[in-house]
C-alpha cells in the first residue's frame, strides 16, 4: 500500500521558534508537495520540488522555506514561527508535475 | 489562471437520499477537473478526474461527475449515500500544461444523518 509518512499529527510551538515538519513516501515519486489548509481556504500550495535539491515557490511561500535533500523526503521549514501560521499541513507526493495523487494525514500546527 | 467555487459549505443529507455537491470553475484555456475526498483526521483520496474523452467520469464507490463545458461546472453525484460517505469533498482545477498548478476550491462538508 502507497504511503506519504508525516512525522507528527499534533504540534505545539511558541512565536520565533524555528519549526521543521517532515515528510517521507515510499512510492518512489519525483514530485513532492507541501500545502496548508484552512477552513473555507481549501489546500494553498506552499512549495513543490519536482526532483531532489529542486524547489519551486506555490502560491504562499512567504515565510516558508523547503529541503529536498533526499528523494523521499521533503521537508517544510518554518523560519520564525508565527500565530498566523497556525493550521492543517498536508505533504503530498505525485507521478505528474504540480499534480498531487497521494496524501499524508496531515500535521495540525498551533503556534502560541 | 483557474479558479474553483463551490457554492455548499455543508451539506447535509439522510442515509440512502441522493446528494449532489455543486462545483464550478473558472478558466481560459482547457482543464483537467477532480474530485477529492478527506475522511476524518485523514489527507486527501483522489476520488475521481476527468482528463479527456466521455464527460462522465465515476468513482468505484458509486460517486459520479459529469463535466459540462458549457455551464462550466463538475457536479458530484451519488444516488444513495452512506454514513461512510461523511467527509469532506474537494473540486479541483488545472490547466493541461506540465506547468499548470492544481487550484483547490475551499471545500463542501457532507453529513450524511441517520
Known amino acids: 500500500d502507497v504511503k506519504v509518512t508525516q512525522s507528527s499529527r499534533y504540534l505545539v510551538k511558541r512565536t520565533g521558534e524555528k519549526v521543521f515538519l517532515e515528510c517521507v513516501q515510499d512510492m518512489d515519486h519525483e514530485n513532492m508537495f507541501w500545502y496548508r489548509q484552512d477552513p473555507g481556504l481549501g489546500l494553498r500550495l506552499i512549495y513543490f520540488?519536482?526532483?531532489?535539491?529542486?524547489?519551486e515557490k506555490g502560491d504562499i511561500p512567504e515565510g516558508y522555506s523547503v529541503s529536498r535533500e533526499k528523494k523521499e523526503r521533503f521537508s517544510l521549514i518554518l523560519e520564525s514561527a508565527s500565530t498566523n501560521q497556525t493550521s492543517m499541513y498536508l505533504c503530498?507526493?505525485?507521478?505528474?508535475?504540480?499534480?498531487?495523487?497521494?496524501f499524508g494525514d496531515g500535521t495540525r500546527l498551533s503556534i502560541l | 489562471a483557474q479558479s474553483v467555487t463551490q457554492l455548499d459549505s455543508q451539506v447535509p443529507v439522510f442515509e440512502e437520499a441522493p446528494v449532489e455537491l455543486r462545483c464550478n470553475y473558472s478558466s481560459s484555456v482547457s482543464v483537467y477537473l477532480f474530485w477529492y475526498v478527506q475522511y476524518p483526521n485523514q489527507g486527501l483520496q483522489l476520488l475521481l478526474k476527468?482528463?479527456?474523452?466521455?464527460?462522465l467520469v465515476e468513482s468505484i464507490n458509486g460517486f459520479e461527475a459529469e463535466f459540462n463545458k458549457s455551464q462550466t461546472s463538475f457536479h458530484l453525484r451519488k444516488p444513495s449515500v452512506h454514513i461512510s460517505d461523511t467527509a469532506e469533498y474537494f473540486c479541483a482545477v488545472s490547466g493541461k500544461t506540465s506547468y499548470d498548478k492544481v487550484i483547490f476550491g475551499p471545500g463542501t462538508s457532507l453529513s450524511v444523518i441517520p
Open positions: 476527468y482528463l479527456s474523452g466521455s464527460t
Open positions: 503530498a507526493s505525485g507521478v505528474q508535475k504540480v499534480q498531487p495523487q497521494h
Open positions: 520540488s519536482y526532483d531532489v535539491k529542486m524547489k
